[in-house]
């Protein structure tokens, strides 16, 4: 089975070094400096021109470039294509606008770092990890079985699975909003100075505030609708509180909380049960 | 020195059990069955009845109980007494409302945890952690230095002193906003079912949601206006974003991202600097 790997940045250079863990010998494909850096670590076997005569290719580049690789290259009939975009709707609309000579699996790793490119790439990034496997109609599920055997050699220790739309509107929620919430917490003047007044809840909050511009962008614009829902839904909840806050409604604000309380509780449960 | 510790929840039992491991031999004061549990580990050296007779108390209560006990005890003339409650200035015109016999000084230990009581305590909960002490014109800087020794005793390892109002302003950022944007957070419908989506950032953002309703309304109420001032900013920098989506203006997305990794970068390197 020959495999490529386009793109090897955080996401791809750790899918590389997972599968070489596991004993496959993928090759790649980057930008000159980067290749030369995964050739004489012997994390790709060789540096590939282009996807033709591969059997499976992981494309791990940044949305717009990832759709324009999945549009105009040429891959081998039958190959199984995979991308991981943070958004999966768009992707799947841009590869089913034709036919395909290839068969398209999306996919979205759900592990990151606040930091990027092959340098922080490692083999262990996705060890326990979710990987998201979209499916559609025209989904071959072959394709998909043969991945999820690559997901579990990378070290994912939980395949989930869904439609495209699905996926688009949970990650809108657990990680685009979280992003947004990281990058406007950091902006009161308040912040100044916040050493020693803080225990950690307020680290939490702000972790990932220094998220990638020209990615984050694109990928919130490309799930524009489910993520306005539910910046909508967060400022109307976040109001509620300061209503009750400035009318000093004790009992209000206690519900409210406890309302909080009681949903983290059956969100725990809930995990604990999956 | 005879010091008391009043009330062995999980901030006083751990400041007793901190002390211990110390070498001190702190009193303490609670409910009969946690007084028993305390003796019986050895963490207390007696259970008191009344602050009379001791030369440091620490009142680790809720803040209306902390502000009662404050305000009615009879403490021996000159002895240091210090509260740990979450709010500094509605405890601070509390105290200084009379003359006191007493020496007050407001503290506010930096760490936590999701859980409470005895059987939560720890002797390392604030090693490392910073102790936030305030100070006001009627404070006496040599009860602030013998205080400070017993906090560095018990594993702090920073103290950071400031005004009441200074507390109240930073804390309503760091962690009572904090408390709010994650109790709000997890009311989306689309939590559910949300374990496979997400690989870091849902938990961050919702670790604090469960918050004891009943101490975190008074905590909140009595520092209604700095809280209220936090909330307000927040929701109009979450608007900005909302409406630059809706808009799908790119640029103007790019940039309200950008300015919160340059903001975030910004605090990082203060932080590294402190």
Redesign the interface.
């Known amino acids: 089975m020959k495999i490529l790997i386009v793109g090897l940045g955080l996401i791809g250079g750790s899918m590389a070094k997972a599968l070489r863990r596991a004993g496959y010998a993928p090759d790649g494909s980057d930008l000159p400096a980067v290749e030369q850096a995964a050739l004489a670590q012997g994390v790709i076997g060789r540096a590939a021109r282009g996807p033709h005569g591969y059997d499976v290719v992981f494309v791990a580049l940044p949305p717009d470039a990832a759709m324009r690789y999945l549009d105009e290259e040429t891959f081998s009939a039958g190959a199984v294509v995979a991308d991981v975009c943070g958004v999966k709707g768009a992707v799947e609309r841009c590869v089913y606008a034709k036919e395909r000579a290839y068969r398209y699996v999306g996919c979205h790793?759900?592990?990151?770092k606040e930091v990027s490119g092959f340098a922080n790439a490692s083999a262990g990034l996705f060890d326990g990890?979710?990987m998201?496997v979209t499916h559609a109609p025209r989904t071959d599920p072959q394709a998909v079985s043969l991945l999820e055997g690559l997901f579990r050699a990378m070290g994912f220790g939980?395949i989930?699975r869904c439609t495209a739309a699905e996926?688009d509107?949970?990650?809108?929620?657990?990680?685009q909003?979280?992003?947004?919430?990281?990058?406007?917490?950091?902006?009161?003047g308040?912040?100044?100075?916040?050493?020693?007044?803080?225990?950690g809840?307020?680290q939490?909050?702000?972790?990932?505030?220094?998220?990638?511009?020209?990615l984050?962008?694109?990928l919130?614009?490309l799930n524009?609708e489910a993520?306005?829902a539910?910046?909508?839904?967060?400022?109307s909840?976040?109001?509620?509180?300061?209503s009750a806050?400035?009318a000093?409604d004790?009992a209000r604000?206690?519900?409210?909380?406890?309302?909080?309380?009681l949903?983290?509780?059956h969100?725990?449960r809930?995990?604990r049960i999956?």
């Open positions: 790793p759900m592990a990151g990890a979710s998201i939980q989930t996926h509107a949970k990650i809108a929620y657990t990680s909003l979280a992003h947004v919430v990281s990058s406007a917490y950091v902006k009161s308040t912040a100044d100075g916040f050493s020693g007044f803080t225990g809840s307020f939490d909050m702000t972790r990932i505030a220094g998220v990638d511009e020209g984050w962008e694109r919130f614009l524009r993520l306005s539910e910046l909508e839904t967060l400022i909840n976040l109001q509620d509180y300061l806050l400035q000093e004790a604000l206690r519900g409210l909380l406890r309302a909080g309380r949903r983290k509780e969100l725990d809930e995990r999956v």
